[in-house]
């Protein structure tokens, strides 16, 4: 099988390819489509294989219509969700809405969106905005659709993090950074992507009697619009130090094309020959082992209920 051989240069092409027969009439949902991105690269390279729908969520109309545009240039239908990521008013109305869609039930769920070491800021609930937006956002998004029974028994969703969550485990007492008096950048992703993997780690498990796989993927280096806030040069003093951690020899952080960096997203989103892995942490298209702070189940249920909190709301699958 060719995934076997898959690896840092595989294109998500030839992903498609391999299970455009699994991909085929599907329904599937992709936070963070905009063009550059790989929210919207994602879309754009699933809808070759002609899925039933893609649900297309942005920030703005204007950031999904490019996407809707080259999606139906191949024969497939949208609906967009538009959705602020940094409120949580926002996602329990775009929530509300998917959820309303009674002919709708979701297959797949791929969760792209995302910012990178931004300056400090709060989001409109007071949590730091690379937590709120990267994780608490989606926490709230997909387990609102979850407990409505919009995903499918059987289905997927595969959580977008990064190789960056080797920075920072979560800061259990202070994951504001003592309201920005401790702020560091990177830090902040990195525990943001730290708790994109728990989170998978968590729905796995949370997920066994609806058969839902969940994944965390890290896509590789590529130059999108989520760099917007550092300098290349900032962004290979990055690269820089996270290579001098002991635990990512296995990393290749040669720059990626677009199309390359979204193979492992598809890849966990279709592929048979993961299922009893569930919860796996995936890389240039093979599983992998995360950072020792992002591998258990323990944390990973400190984060799911420290999360709720947070959200105001308990969710029980």
């Known amino acids: 099988m060719a995934a076997a051989s898959w690896n840092w240069g595989t294109f998500g092409d030839e992903v498609v390819k391999e299970f455009a027969g699994l991909i085929k009439d599907k329904t599937i949902l992709v936070t963070g489509v905009a063009s550059g991105g790989l929210g919207g690269e994602t879309a754009i390279t699933l809808s070759k294989a002609h899925p039933k729908l893609i649900i297309l969520?942005?920030?703005?109309?204007?950031?999904?219509?490019?996407?809707?545009?080259a999606v139906a240039e191949q024969g497939v239908p949208s609906k967009s969700v538009v959705m602020d990521?940094?409120?949580?008013?926002?996602?329990?109305?775009?929530?509300?809405t998917v959820n309303s869609w009674a002919d709708v039930t979701i297959d797949v769920m791929i969760n792209c969106a995302g910012v990178m070491a931004t300056p400090y800021g709060k989001t409109a609930d007071g949590f730091e905005q690379q937590f709120g937006i990267n994780h608490l956002g989606h926490f709230l998004f997909t387990n609102l659709l979850l407990k409505a029974g919009k995903v499918a028994d059987g289905?997927?969703?595969?959580n977008v993090t990064s190789g960056g969550h080797m920075r920072s485990p979560i800061r259990w007492d202070d994951v504001n950074f003592s309201d920005g008096a401790e702020y560091d950048k990177y830090a902040g992703y990195g525990q943001s992507k730290t708790a994109n993997i728990l989170y998978s780690i968590a729905l796995a498990d949370k997920l066994k009697g609806h058969q839902i796989a969940s994944f965390s993927v890290h896509p590789g280096?590529?130059?999108t619009n989520l760099g917007r806030y550092q300098s290349k040069e900032e962004l290979e003093a990055l690269i820089a130090a996270t290579k001098s951690l002991s635990h990512v020899s296995k990393y290749n952080f040669n720059y990626?094309?677009?199309?390359?960096?979204?193979?492992?997203?598809?890849?966990?989103?279709?592929?048979?020959?993961?299922?009893?892995?569930?919860g796996a942490y995936i890389y240039d298209c093979q599983i992998q082992e995360?950072?020792?702070?992002?591998?258990?189940?323990?944390?990973?249920?400190?984060?799911?209920?420290?999360?709720?909190?947070?959200?105001?709301?308990?969710f029980k699958f």
Not at 155 to 158: A, E, K, S, T
């Open 57 to 69: 969520h942005a920030r703005s109309e204007d950031k999904i219509s490019p996407i809707a545009k």
């Open 85 to 96: 990521l940094a409120s949580f008013a926002s996602v329990r109305k775009a929530a509300e």
């Open 155 to 158: 289905g997927r969703i595969v």
């Open 221 to 223: 280096v590529i130059i």
């Open 256 to 278: 990626k094309e677009l199309n390359q960096g979204v193979s492992s997203q598809i890849m966990a989103a279709f592929s048979p020959g993961i299922l009893d892995q569930n």
């Open 290 to 314: 995360a950072a020792e702070h992002a591998r258990s189940l323990e944390d990973a249920n400190r984060l799911w209920a420290m999360s709720e909190e947070m959200v105001g709301e308990k």
